[in-house]
């Protein structure tokens, strides 16, 4: 497997997952709720066929099995199974579904690996309770051991993209018995002993994104007020996604220091969008039920929760991968340097010219790397 480039520029939102990383224990018996989900979208619809699963204006996501929901920890979460063999628990981030994973779903399952998504916290299907308060990498963490409990799972390999990433990472140091091996894309692992310097393809000022997204109510409405053009804005390719294009732009851009909200109101989206109408369709309707409070809250739980950090051992000892995005400039692949001081088998790939959404935007590339590496280190 290639290795990531070295380079010695780092990321301001690496820093802020660091700072964010506030643990505690607390955790609840877990439940089966059997759901219908939805066809597979290329098979037709018999007249007597149940209607898709929905719940509380959300249905199903098309193509996925049919979703369980699970009792855990204090929510019930929708989580997509597919396949047989050793688990691979896939974790999405902001603002995504359990949907973002439907390539890799498909193609480990396919591998002989046993495949399983859920809406998380906030997400979806999935219960999304009042106050960011309830949404710390505690709970976050906690929610998924109480998912391996309610399949009768023993160990699983996490993978996590964005937000799932810097929670994939938290696992094996608290609750190292249940994982078997972690993948990052595009999110490296952290460490409280080791210190970035922020990443000089961003300007640093007080509307970078987390610092918009903490007031109350303000993000929350700005992105539902037209969820399409918030969608049409942040799932593209190219445009800001070009590192040599990214640096260009002048200092004062809402692009250069990463300002979304007023990204969202200028409305010059560059590049392309990744998604296909259809699979557009699938988030934009979700999200027009739910909102995007949820996922905000993520955001507001790690900047707004006082410290209660209960990790005895910040090294990790199972088998990981990370897996970076040569034109993300937000969470580069030199986000990965230094990782192999506190991992002991870890393996790096960069996916070339490609952005933030890496495993939507080169499915069959992250599913080659990801496949391969099950079979050498897990399998």
Not at 47 to 52: G, L, Q, T, V
């Amino acid at each position: 497997m290639s290795q990531a480039p070295k380079r010695s520029t780092q990321t301001t939102r690496r820093l802020f997952l660091q700072q964010s990383s506030t643990l505690a224990g607390g955790l609840a018996a877990s439940t089966l709720v059997p759901g219908c989900g939805a066809p597979p979208a290329d098979e037709e619809v018999a007249a007597d066929s149940p209607a898709p699963f929905s719940r509380n204006g959300v249905t199903a996501a098309p193509g996925l099995p049919a979703p369980t929901m699970i009792d855990t920890n204090g929510v019930s979460l929708a989580v997509y199974d597919q396949g047989e063999g050793t688990p691979i628990v896939f974790c999405h981030g902001f603002p995504e579904l359990a949907y973002s994973w439907r390539h890799q779903i498909q193609a480990v399952s396919e591998a002989g690996y046993r495949a399983i998504a859920p809406d998380q916290r906030g997400y979806g299907l999935s219960d999304r309770p009042e106050g960011f308060e309830n949404y710390t990498l505690a709970h976050l963490c906690a929610d998924l051991d109480g998912v391996l409990d309610a399949l009768e799972i023993e160990k699983a390999v996490f993978c996590g993209h964005d937000w799932g990433g810097g929670v994939v990472w938290m696992m094996p140091r608290v609750f190292p018995e249940r994982v078997a091996g972690v993948v990052g894309v595009n999110t490296p692992a952290m460490h409280p002993m080791v210190q970035r310097e922020p990443n000089p393809l961003i300007v640093q000022s007080e509307n970078y994104y987390v610092a918009t997204f903490q007031p109350p109510g303000v993000a929350d409405e700005k992105l539902a007020a037209d969820v399409r053009r918030s969608f049409e804005m942040m799932l593209r390719k190219d445009g800001i996604w070009d590192r040599e294009a990214f640096a260009a732009l002048p200092e004062d851009s809402a692009e250069r220091q990463v300002d979304l909200l007023r990204m969202l109101e200028e409305g010059n989206f560059a590049g392309e969008l990744l998604l296909t109408e259809d699979e557009l369709a699938v988030f934009v309707d979700t999200y027009e039920a739910t909102g995007f409070t949820g996922g905000l809250n993520w955001y507001r739980a790690a900047a707004q929760t006082p410290p209660n950090l209960q990790v005895e051992d910040w090294n990790i000892d199972v088998p990981c991968l990370y897996i970076g995005a040569e034109d993300d400039v937000i969470l580069p692949p030199e986000s990965a340097d230094g990782m192999d001081t506190y991992i002991a088998d870890l393996e790096t790939y960069t996916v070339a010219d490609c952005g933030h959404w890496t495993q939507q935007e080169k499915p069959e590339e992250v599913n080659r790397v990801l496949i391969d590496w099950l079979g050498r280190k897990i399998a």
